[in-house]
DNA sequence: GTCTATACACGGATAGAC
DNA sequence: GTCTATCCGTGTATAGAC
């Protein structure tokens, strides 16, 4: 085995923690079989990490980075509609471009969900996607000179139910024509829910 | 141990499986962990059950039952806005009562994604739904004197994307009021998309 | 500082006693 | 027909060689 430096291989364990929970579930990501994909050493992993739990939080930040990244992409294009519709477009794309990384967060959030240690990680983790969908929403209507008539935060939610729902549904059944005629839908809705700024 | 028939102590070890992932996440669901819970003798698991995926595939098809019941349940009253709405609210008290329900199936949906032998049970799981979904759209249009102005398929998905991501980001926050508040903004919203029966 | 070899506990599954 | 005792693979973690 090529002798690696630790800040590299860690990079090289979380990269391939991500890969082996993306195509074979969370249950195959032992730290035997991470090390193997990593091609690295089996006490490499112990080397670079305290616990199997620390790769698990690290991964879960760089993959849920990815993902607010994603999501605060705002495609300003006209009116309201248009706007939502190309933003909610635009993420899909990222979904489809790579669909492990949504299927490699809900894997995470469900362990995290009942581990203590990881659980202020998946709070965090909505929280981000909360921020980011509030300042979409306003981003939105600055840039089309419109308010929502409905508190800011309820429509954050709202964005955040409909892109999680949708790659839900996605992951198991993987029809991508339902997905963005969904997402397409749920644009033309949300935008009824602006009115001109006064 | 007491001895008891073989047919008892399925339903108790499926009853047992869902508390224990319920309360500590599928990865604590072992033989072991079962039987503990359902007061059985270890070996009591594989003289009931050929392997553990079976008892799995069990509980995730009586899971889903009870959350296809759940979601089945119809509440009409006036206009298309207060049926779509008492039918979610209905929906929602049934997940307030018994959290565990969701959290367990969300569980079993993730691990069967990843496990050829269980994933047309996922598959199933979110066939049923849409089939459910859709059946309720029907019938609400069908009391209220209305239909509806988009593909009903496409609609029923929209109602399944709401209800799971509502769920989804409820066992993150457990923010029970932001929970309905977005569920009764869906309804408002779905409302808008039926007209008076022509 | 990095890897080879090993410890030890726990997983699913079973053989055979009652 | 039901349970006790055990098998053997795999899991995380580590001790010690290079």
Chains 1, 2 share one sequence.
């Not at 477009?89 to 990384?101: F, L, S």
């Amino acid at each position: 085995m090529a002798r690696v430096p630790a800040r590299e291989r860690r990079r090289q364990l979380v990269d391939a923690a991500f890969r082996v929970i993306g195509s074979e579930g969370f249950a195959a990501a032992t730290t035997r079989r991470v090390c193997a994909e990593a091609g690295a050493p089996l006490a490499a992993f112990h080397y670079c990490f305290a616990s199997k739990q620390e790769l698990l939080a690290e991964l879960t930040a760089q993959t849920m980075a990815g993902l607010v990244a994603a999501r605060a992409d705002v495609h300003v294009s006209g009116d309201v509609t248009q706007s939502l519709r190309a933003t909610l477009r635009g993420y899909w794309e990222t979904v489809e471009k790579d669909p492990n990384r949504e299927s490699v967060l809900m894997a995470l959030t469900q362990h995290a969900l009942h581990e203590p240690e990881l659980a202020d990680v998946a709070e965090q983790q909505y929280a981000a996607y909360h921020r980011t969908a509030r300042e979409t929403l306003e981003e939105i209507a600055d840039a089309c000179a419109v308010r929502w008539t409905l508190p800011i935060a309820q429509l954050a939610r709202m964005l955040v139910v409909v892109t999680d729902g949708v790659t839900l549904a996605w992951l198991v059944d993987r029809d991508s024509d339902a997905a963005r005629a969904a997402l397409d839908a749920f644009a033309h809705q949300l935008a009824g829910l602006a009115v001109a700024a006064g």
